[in-house]
Protein backbone atom coordinates (compact mmCIF):
# COMPACT_ATOMS: atom_id res chain seq x y z
CA UNK A 1 0.00 0.00 0.00
CA UNK A 2 1.23 3.53 -1.14
CA UNK A 3 -0.13 6.56 0.85
CA UNK A 4 0.16 10.02 -0.42
CA UNK A 5 -0.82 13.42 0.80
CA UNK A 6 -1.62 16.43 -2.13
CA UNK A 7 -0.54 19.64 -0.91
CA UNK A 8 -2.87 21.30 1.63
CA UNK A 9 -2.51 24.66 3.33
CA UNK A 10 -2.42 25.31 6.76
CA UNK A 11 -3.45 21.46 7.99
CA UNK A 12 -1.93 18.51 9.36
CA UNK A 13 -3.28 14.69 8.77
CA UNK A 14 -2.81 11.09 9.91
CA UNK A 15 -3.01 7.80 7.62
CA UNK A 16 -4.27 5.35 10.08
CA UNK A 17 -4.49 1.59 8.16
CA UNK A 18 -7.87 -0.54 8.48
CA UNK A 19 -7.29 -3.10 10.42
CA UNK A 20 -6.75 -2.88 14.21
CA UNK A 21 -4.51 -5.43 15.89
CA UNK A 22 -5.65 -6.85 19.36
CA UNK A 23 -3.26 -9.70 19.85
CA UNK A 24 -0.30 -12.07 17.69
CA UNK A 25 2.79 -10.06 16.37
CA UNK A 26 2.80 -7.56 13.61
CA UNK A 27 5.81 -6.35 11.54
CA UNK A 28 5.18 -3.42 8.99
CA UNK A 29 8.19 -2.19 6.82
CA UNK A 30 7.88 1.40 5.94
CA UNK A 31 9.44 3.07 3.37
CA UNK A 32 9.59 6.71 3.55
CA UNK A 33 12.47 8.83 2.14
CA UNK A 34 14.74 11.16 4.26
CA UNK A 35 14.27 14.16 1.89
CA UNK A 36 9.96 13.75 2.18
CA UNK A 37 9.64 14.02 5.62
CA UNK A 38 9.42 16.99 7.00
CA UNK A 39 8.85 18.37 10.34
CA UNK A 40 6.24 15.92 12.04
CA UNK A 41 7.29 12.58 10.72
CA UNK A 42 5.92 10.55 13.20
CA UNK A 43 5.57 6.56 13.45
CA UNK A 44 3.42 4.32 15.75
CA UNK A 45 0.35 3.13 16.64
CA UNK A 46 -3.14 4.64 17.40
CA UNK A 47 -6.56 3.21 18.21
CA UNK A 48 -9.59 4.17 16.48
CA UNK A 49 -10.21 7.43 18.68
CA UNK A 50 -7.04 9.33 17.84
CA UNK A 51 -7.44 12.37 15.36
CA UNK A 52 -6.52 12.17 11.81
CA UNK A 53 -7.21 16.26 10.89
CA UNK A 54 -5.88 18.93 12.35
CA UNK A 55 -5.76 22.84 11.31
CA UNK A 56 -2.48 24.28 11.44
CA UNK A 57 0.47 22.99 11.34
CA UNK A 58 1.03 20.30 14.20
CA UNK A 59 2.25 16.71 15.51
CA UNK A 60 -0.75 14.66 15.78
CA UNK A 61 0.59 11.55 16.25
CA UNK A 62 2.30 12.21 19.85
CA UNK A 63 -0.85 14.99 20.73
CA UNK A 64 -3.38 12.31 21.86
CA UNK A 65 -3.63 9.64 24.55
CA UNK A 66 -4.28 7.85 22.01
CA UNK A 67 -1.06 7.07 20.01
CA UNK A 68 1.86 6.59 20.78
CA UNK A 69 4.65 7.21 17.82
CA UNK A 70 8.30 7.86 17.50
CA UNK A 71 9.80 11.41 15.28
CA UNK A 72 12.19 9.76 13.12
CA UNK A 73 13.96 12.75 12.76
CA UNK A 74 14.20 14.33 15.74
CA UNK A 75 14.45 10.67 17.47
CA UNK A 76 11.77 11.07 20.20
CA UNK A 77 9.28 9.47 21.37
CA UNK A 78 5.69 10.41 21.99
CA UNK A 79 2.54 9.97 23.79
CA UNK A 80 0.37 12.17 25.41
CA UNK A 81 2.60 15.73 23.93
CA UNK A 82 5.04 14.10 26.44
CA UNK A 83 8.42 13.59 24.97
CA UNK A 84 8.90 9.95 26.47
CA UNK A 85 12.87 10.03 26.00
CA UNK A 86 15.52 9.69 23.06
CA UNK A 87 15.31 6.98 20.86
CA UNK A 88 16.82 4.81 19.50
CA UNK A 89 18.79 3.88 22.71
CA UNK A 90 21.72 1.80 20.62
CA UNK A 91 25.80 1.56 21.97
CA UNK A 92 27.84 3.98 20.18
CA UNK A 93 24.57 5.53 18.24
CA UNK A 94 25.21 9.30 17.00
CA UNK A 95 23.40 11.85 19.05
CA UNK A 96 21.05 12.03 16.15
CA UNK A 97 20.25 8.67 14.56
CA UNK A 98 19.91 9.03 10.80
CA UNK A 99 16.77 6.89 9.77
CA UNK A 100 17.13 4.67 6.34
CA UNK A 101 14.54 5.01 3.69
CA UNK A 102 13.46 1.69 5.08
CA UNK A 103 12.79 0.70 8.51
CA UNK A 104 10.17 -2.10 10.48
CA UNK A 105 7.43 -1.52 12.93
CA UNK A 106 7.22 -4.65 15.13
CA UNK A 107 3.85 -4.47 17.34
CA UNK A 108 3.76 -7.27 20.08
CA UNK A 109 0.31 -7.41 21.41
CA UNK A 110 0.72 -10.72 22.97
CA UNK A 111 3.29 -8.36 25.16
CA UNK A 112 1.76 -4.67 24.84
CA UNK A 113 4.60 -3.09 23.35
CA UNK A 114 6.09 -1.44 20.41
CA UNK A 115 9.39 -1.58 18.60
CA UNK A 116 11.37 -0.23 15.64
CA UNK A 117 14.39 -2.11 13.49
CA UNK A 118 16.53 -0.93 10.65
CA UNK A 119 19.29 -2.29 8.54
CA UNK A 120 19.46 -5.95 10.49
CA UNK A 121 19.41 -3.57 14.34
CA UNK A 122 16.40 -4.36 16.62
CA UNK A 123 16.39 -0.90 18.66
CA UNK A 124 14.49 -2.27 21.91
CA UNK A 125 11.08 -1.63 23.44
CA UNK A 126 10.20 2.14 22.08
CA UNK A 127 6.37 1.84 24.57
CA UNK A 128 4.52 -0.83 26.24
CA UNK A 129 2.17 -1.30 28.40
CA UNK A 130 -0.42 -1.25 25.29
CA UNK A 131 -2.08 -4.73 25.99
CA UNK A 132 -6.03 -5.31 25.89
CA UNK A 133 -6.15 -2.37 23.26
CA UNK A 134 -6.87 -2.48 19.44
CA UNK A 135 -4.32 -0.42 17.66
CA UNK A 136 -3.74 0.48 13.85
CA UNK A 137 -0.77 1.52 12.08
CA UNK A 138 -0.54 5.33 11.91
CA UNK A 139 1.95 8.43 10.27
CA UNK A 140 1.40 11.68 10.60
CA UNK A 141 1.14 13.18 7.13
CA UNK A 142 2.97 16.69 6.52
CA UNK A 143 4.20 18.40 2.95
CA UNK A 144 3.22 22.12 2.06
CA UNK A 145 4.69 22.00 -1.02
CA UNK A 146 4.69 18.58 -2.91
CA UNK A 147 2.95 15.60 -3.28
CA UNK A 148 4.47 13.25 -0.75
CA UNK A 149 4.65 9.32 -0.97
CA UNK A 150 4.63 8.11 2.50
CA UNK A 151 4.64 4.36 2.87
CA UNK A 152 4.99 1.50 1.40
CA UNK A 153 3.78 -0.78 3.92
CA UNK A 154 4.03 -4.57 3.61
CA UNK A 155 2.48 -6.25 6.52
CA UNK A 156 3.22 -9.51 8.11
Keep these: MTMYRHPASDST ?19 WKKPQRGTHTIVGVATS ?11 LVENSSESWGWDVVKNKLYHKSIHTGSYPKINGSPKIFIV ?18 ANGIYFGVAFDGLKGKTLYPIVTMYSVTYVTPLVNLKIS
Design 100 to 117: PDKFFVILDMDKGTLSFM
Design 49 to 59: SAPLHARGYKA
Design 13 to 31: DCIRGKTGFTRNVHVWEIG
